[in-house]
């Protein structure tokens, strides 16, 4: 199913981020490594849905 979702996103998406706090127990179904170019994952390591400390650090690097 991944690879399905993959070969979708290279095909039809672009400019998308996908932002992943990796304490978050659902970021194991999130896009972790990057697709292409212009598709994107930020994960932060200690981030979660509860302490946005670590998702600030990801969206500096989202919004450059």
């Known amino acids: 199913m991944v690879d399905i979702i993959k070969v979708l996103l290279r095909r039809f998406g672009s400019n998308i981020i996908f932002s992943n706090g990796l304490r978050d127990p659902y970021s194991s179904g999130g896009v972790l490594e990057d697709i292409s170019h212009s598709i994107i994952a930020v994960n932060t390591p ?9 998702c600030l650090q990801g969206r500096m690097i989202q919004t450059g």
């Open 46 to 54: 200690r981030g979660d849905l509860i302490d946005c400390t670590y």
